[in-house]
């Protein structure tokens, strides 16, 4: 079945450096969803990406979709703390999801 | 609009006890989905429906039995609780079919098994 792989696991940085997260998978993704999930929370949805190369931002944050929609990245510019948490990708298939890449920043 | 909402939110269980575990939507969304997460790890998908009357297995199906028989229940039912089950369970529900297919989580149930 259709996998999302995700690296890395982990990320750990200090507050004001930047972060990126990486989606990968086998198979054409029609979509791909991210999530983030805070300590102790459920997973809250971000984003759907639909086209081939599309860009979306919110904020610091920085969503792509790559030209052969088999890869994806989060990128976040100057870390704040409130970004700590773990950032899920979710292919279309079942909505599976990948491992996570969960973020910690130190002030 | 409530959402998705799970109960119960903390339940301990001895080995070889059954329960289930309730989850409903009230957005009227046609796929509803079972997820276990395990302390650090990622989501691993148990049961999924695509409509009522219909289920299908996920990765992790093998202890855990579900049913559709409405469009906003979605039950997920233990039987002979082993620690292993120890985890947090996520229900979600999306609507496929429309442009945004957004899922929307419950809370969550924290079960331990002992």
């Known amino acids: 079945g259709q996998q999302v792989m995700q690296i890395p696991q982990y990320q750990h940085v200090q507050e004001g450096e930047d972060f990126t997260t990486y989606c990968n998978s086998s198979?054409?993704?029609?979509?791909i969803q991210w999530y983030k999930q805070r300590p102790g929370g459920h997973p809250v949805f971000l984003i759907q990406?639909?086209?081939?190369?599309e860009v979306k931002k919110q904020k610091r944050l920085t969503f792509q979709f790559g030209e052969a929609k088999k890869n994806s990245s989060l990128h976040i510019t100057a870390t704040q703390t409130t970004d700590v948490g773990t950032y899920f990708c979710a292919g279309p298939a079942r909505l599976t999801f990948g491992e996570g890449t969960q973020l910690t920043v130190n002030p | 609009n409530a959402g998705v909402t799970q109960t119960p939110k903390f339940r301990i269980l001895k080995i070889g006890q059954s329960m289930t575990l309730q989850c409903t939507q009230d957005m009227n969304h046609n796929y509803m989905y079972w997820y276990r997460q395990d302390p650090g790890m990622g989501l691993k998908l148990i049961y999924y429906s695509v409509g009522a009357g219909i289920t299908d297995k996920g990765e992790v199906p093998n202890g855990y039995n579900v049913s559709r028989s409405t469009t906003e229940d979605f039950p997920l039912r233990l039987e002979l609780a082993a620690p292993s089950q120890t985890s947090v369970y996520f229900c979600?529900?999306?609507?496929?079919?429309?442009?945004?297919?957004?899922?929307?989580f419950g809370q969550g149930t924290r079960l331990t098994v002992v």
């Open positions: 990406l639909v086209k081939s190369g």
């Open positions: 979600a529900s999306s609507y496929v079919g429309s442009l945004n297919t957004e899922a929307f």
């Open positions: 198979t054409t993704l029609s979509n």
